[in-house]
């Protein structure tokens, strides 16, 4: 089961009919702004789905700003896509493969068996010359799939506080928030003591795309990742993490979890050490 999957092969299963559930991941900060532009343009025969409501819940200091979806969240979201146990589901997104990333590993740790990702999201779709329509969009099918939330791991805030000392912590975000030069989403600059960093860029293109297999392998080969189910990745909220453990999972090494609330859970609790620097 490949996880990424190109325009081109999307764009034959779109023609030729097959079971596939697309979803477009669409984030706008504005209230019903993600579903305007998804009316604007979208992929033919794509779903919407707004990342905000369906993929989590409200921020808050106490659990992040992307905390995971409740049960009845992800049972309204099911049901709203039609997802079917006998159809394949694929996600895109508009903005690097971040939102995509999400959806995957929010799909798959609900318990949803066959979730691939669009290789460069809509980017892609429209540089190959393939069409993009507006409107509403098709309707959904009848869901055939209940949520099953606890498919992929997942740690706490308590557990990061006593993390194992046989346990690598790799921190996704992008250097300079790693070593505390800057911040300008959390509420304090640093990293989680301890964590090593494996900035997510260093794992795709500038327009989306993952690193040849080997490249990636050899990233976190370079941070000492030797037993993938002895990792806990981290990010700001969620969306770099989970992109990161994608690329795991897409290069054979599956079974990380990934530390949801972030550095932005950590950094709100006052009495969370932060280190600063490599």
């Not at 979730?115 to 999201?121: A, D, K, R, T, W």
């Not at 393939?130 to 409107?135: A, D, K, L, N, P």
């Not at 640093?190 to 960093?197: E, T, W």
Request: aromatic share 8%.
């Amino acid at each position: 089961m490949s996880l990424t999957i190109s325009v081109d092969e999307l764009a034959e299963t779109i023609r030729s009919g097959g079971k596939t559930t697309i979803l477009a991941c669409i984030w706008h900060p504005g209230a019903g702004m993600s579903y305007s532009m998804y009316r604007g343009a979208h992929i033919p025969t794509a779903l919407h789905c707004d990342p905000a409501y369906q993929l989590a819940m409200a921020p808050s200091a106490r659990d992040g700003r992307n905390p995971l979806p409740s049960y009845p969240v992800l049972d309204r979201a099911f049901n709203d896509w039609g997802l079917n146990r006998d159809h394949k589901v694929v996600v895109y997104d508009d903005n690097k493969g971040l939102l995509a990333a999400r959806a995957w590993w929010i799909l798959t740790w609900a318990g949803v068996a066959d979730v691939s990702i669009v290789e460069g999201g809509s980017r892609a779709w429209v540089k190959a010359g393939y069409e993009q329509v507006g409107g509403p969009g098709n309707l959904a099918r009848d869901c055939t799939i209940r949520p099953n939330p606890g498919q992929l791991p997942t740690v706490d805030m308590d557990y990061m506080r006593r993390v194992p000392d046989d346990v690598l912590v790799i921190d996704t975000r992008e250097n300079n928030r790693y070593i505390g030069r800057k911040e300008r989403l959390d509420l304090k600059a640093g990293h989680i003591p301890g964590a090593v960093n494996l900035p997510l860029e260093s794992l795709m293109t500038d327009d989306g795309f993952f690193l040849p297999e080997d490249d990636i392998r050899a990233a976190f080969d370079a941070v000492g990742v030797t037993d993938p189910t002895k990792v806990v990745v981290y990010s700001g909220s969620g969306l770099h993490s989970a992109a990161a453990i994608f690329a795991m999972h897409h290069v054979g090494l599956p079974g990380a979890a990934q530390y949801v609330g972030g550095w932005s859970q950590w950094s709100a609790t006052p009495d969370n050490p932060v280190q600063r620097g490599i």
